[in-house]
């Protein structure tokens, strides 16, 4: 299975110490060298475990399909939606609503952490959600009252 991410997923799961899920669930992470050089760069939480041997980072090719993203998205968001068209990712992980939905309209599927949290917790690596999207949200990680209060209603932890 091929996965990409984004950065929010990558740093939301280090600012816990629950990046090993991504290896656990999906055994290889790819991404593109704007989420790389933005978490290593800003020093954001997960930019040691980034260098990981499960972690790959690859430089796009899709310039020009870049350039149009980069009018609504960030390069790191912009790249990794390019980057799961490249490599023909089964999953691209991402949060954020506007690079969410333009993933969606290329037809790739993409999930958030939030449903990564859910994957792990079906798979039995972790017990609860619950605890874990407090401690996010406590370490910075945003999420609406709404948000948190619909998804935890769903998966019957509210």
């Not at 874990?132 to 709404?146: A, D, P, V």
Request: glycine residues 6%; proline residues 2%.
């Amino acid at each position: 299975m091929k996965v990409a991410s984004n950065t929010t997923p990558i740093i939301s799961l280090s600012s816990i110490q629950r990046l090993e899920l991504l290896k656990l669930l999906f055994k290889q992470v790819y991404i593109p060298k704007a989420v790389y050089h933005e978490i290593k760069t800003k020093k954001l939480f997960g930019y040691k475990e980034i260098d990981a041997d499960w972690v790959k980072v690859l430089e796009i090719k899709g310039r020009k399909y870049l350039g149009f993203l980069l009018n609504d998205l960030d390069a790191g968001e912009a790249e990794a939606i390019v980057l799961a068209k490249e490599i023909e990712a089964d999953i691209l992980l991402i949060d954020e609503r506007i690079g969410y939905d333009i993933a969606k309209s290329q037809n790739i599927f993409a999930i958030g952490t939030l449903t990564v949290l859910l994957m792990a917790k079906q798979k039995g690596l972790i017990q609860r959600v619950k605890p874990l999207l407090n401690e996010m949200i406590q370490k910075g990680r945003w999420y609406s009252e709404k948000t948190c209060k619909v998804f935890l209603k769903k998966i019957e932890e509210a």
